[in-house]
């Protein structure tokens, strides 16, 4: 089957020097790149051809300056950013943002490097991305965080008045994540709750690099955020149940389960419900998307490791370990979703899954992302949205 959209944006003069370009920057062969973007496509659910909208904004749009501010957290999101050992994600990520400023990664220390804060947001007013590592203590006035003697409330507020676009990556500066554990004496909160306004979060802890990249590739190709879901998660990567693509699915369904780490069911890679996993109350791609490109089986289930919710407020840090998960969708649904897409709407079953094919560890385990692409989420997020009590998109 003849794939068009590749095909056509292989043929894409407008893009053709810049690909080669950023081919040579990256040390990338040039198919591999655009393969890469295809499938990026393909996981945001971007509509047939937009594979060529996310080439040429990663080969030739002005790189957004980002302003990474860190508080509350362990920098394991920073760390699973450059840790992402697929030979083009890291330095994709550093190649499509100017980080003008990042207080791990900065050579510069006190003074010059507050400067260097304020001069990118000086000369970058209106349009920088604000992305936020950590949690913001609200306690006693925010005392327990300050950075260059202001307070992480006030560096918030400060640096989110002229952005173009506020990031809250990992749970931590999603709603607050491990330092809000109970009793969360610091009054640990969430980027939106202290602006009191929605903010694209990127939960996990750490989050997925690919999710964060997919986001502002987003926002470079069509100068807006993804869609979100009522939490402010991009529904592309957190509208699906880890247990809905989880490997060990079927064990689970059969009634076969490890009952103590290291017993036979253990060793057998059977389900980890019974230990405490709580995949099957948790929205996130990690079954399919995986971590660290280092092969098959790199995220925790695939590890060994039941789920801890760790992208789910309410579920990570807040149910004990060896806590039984409520179990979502366990029947059939009540309505199956069209097996034809109208067009437009989504990429075609069968053009996902040949890109997910050809862009291989690229996508790492796109085909799953690609098999659930063309089902309709609408009823689940209704009724998601009633249980939160909100019902509205963000
Ligand atoms: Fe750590 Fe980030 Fe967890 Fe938090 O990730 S990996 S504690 S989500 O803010 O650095
Ligand atoms: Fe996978 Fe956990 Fe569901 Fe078992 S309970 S199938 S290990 S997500
Ligand atoms: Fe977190 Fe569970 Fe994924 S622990 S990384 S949400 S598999």
């Not at 499938?39 to 904004?57: H, K, R």
């Not at 010059?112 to 949690?135: D, T, W």
């Not at 990249?213 to 880890?242: M, N, Q, W």
């Not at 253990?266 to 230990?275: A, F, I, N, P, T």
Request: charged share 20%; net charge neutral.
């Amino acid at each position: 089957m003849a794939n068009t959209s590749l095909l056509k944006l292989e043929e894409d003069s407008r893009i053709d020097s810049h690909i080669a370009a950023v081919s040579k920057r990256l040390g990338m062969p040039r198919r591999a790149f655009l393969q890469f973007c295809a499938t990026l496509a393909t996981s945001l659910g971007l509509p047939p051809g937009a594979d060529a909208a996310v080439a040429e904004a990663v080969a030739s749009k002005k790189r957004p300056s980002v302003i990474w501010l860190h508080f509350q957290e362990c920098t394991g999101c920073t760390e699973s950013m450059l840790r992402a050992e697929h030979p083009t994600l890291e330095k994709l990520i550093l190649d499509v943002i100017s980080l003008d400023y990042h207080e791990t990664l900065f050579a510069a220390a006190g003074h010059q490097a507050e400067q260097a804060r304020k001069s990118a947001m000086m000369q970058n007013r209106g349009s920088y991305l604000l992305v936020i590592e950590g949690a913001i203590p609200t306690r006693d006035g925010g005392i327990y965080c300050k950075v260059g003697g202001q307070t992480a409330i006030e560096l918030t507020r400060e640096c989110a008045a002229d952005a173009a676009a506020i990031i809250a990556i990992g749970s931590c500066a999603s709603w607050g994540g491990m330092p809000s554990t109970d009793p969360n004496p610091t009054g640990s909160s969430g980027v939106a709750t202290v602006l009191g306004k929605p903010v694209v979060s990127i939960p996990g802890c750490p989050p997925n690099p690919y999710n964060f990249l997919s986001t502002v590739v987003h926002f470079l190709a069509f100068g807006s955020l993804p869609p979100v879901d009522e939490l402010g998660r991009p529904k592309f990567a957190y509208s699906r149940l880890i247990h809905e693509s989880c490997e060990r699915r079927a064990h689970f369904d059969a009634g076969r389960f490890a009952m103590e780490f290291g017993d036979e069911g253990h060793r057998k890679g059977y389900c980890l419900y019974k230990l405490g996993c709580k995949g099957p109350e948790t929205y996130a791609n990690c079954p399919t998307v995986l971590f660290g490109d280092a092969g098959a089986g790199t995220w925790p289930i695939g590890c060994g490791c039941p789920c801890i919710g760790c992208t789910e407020q309410g579920v990570g840090f807040s149910k004990p370990l060896h806590m039984l998960a409520k179990v979502k969708n366990v029947d059939p649904p009540q309505q199956y979703p069209r097996i034809v897409e109208e067009k437009g709407m989504g990429a075609t079953l069968g053009s996902a899954a040949l890109l997910a094919a050809v862009a291989g560890a690229a996508a790492g385990g796109a085909a799953m992302v690609a098999r659930n692409l063309g089902l309709s989420h609408q009823a689940e997020e209704a009724e998601r949205a009633r249980a939160a009590g909100q019902g509205t998109e963000v």
